[in-house]
């Protein structure tokens, strides 16, 4: 059993940046797959990043401002958030599969297995 917990949440104002870390109880090869999403009030949870091995997955509205990154020795997933937005406010969460992913599939919230509990970012405008 997997157990996952976010820090690293906050208040920022527009263009500043947050440092978010996702730390695994547990982390053997057999995790395939590490992703981060986030749910805006009212809104569906979307997909952010994701690392597979040493590549990287970013959604479109991220790319450039995103940098996700992982440490295996601390077990440690890590989302670097730069020139934040006011549209960037919502509860991130870390995620992991232990599932071979496509490229399509990591981007997909049903194909991770285990989620964190989530930790609240808010970009004041």
């Known amino acids: 059993q997997v157990q996952l917990v976010e820090s690293g949440g906050g208040l920022v104002q527009a263009g500043g940046s947050l440092r978010l870390s996702c730390a695994a109880s547990?982390?053997?090869?057999?995790?395939?797959?590490m992703g981060w999403f986030r749910q805006a009030p009212g809104k569906e949870r979307e997909f952010v990043a994701a690392i597979r091995w040493s590549d990287t997955y970013y959604a479109d509205f991220v790319k450039g401002r995103f940098t996700t990154s992982r440490d295996n020795a601390k077990n440690t997933l890590y989302l670097e958030m730069n020139s934040l937005k006011a549209d960037d406010t919502a509860v991130y969460f870390c995620a992991v599969s232990t599932r071979a992913l496509t490229v399509g599939g990591l981007r997909d919230e049903r194909r991770y297995d285990y989620w964190g509990q989530g930790t609240q970012v808010t970009v004041s405008s």
């Open positions: 547990e982390f053997t090869f057999s995790i395939y797959v």
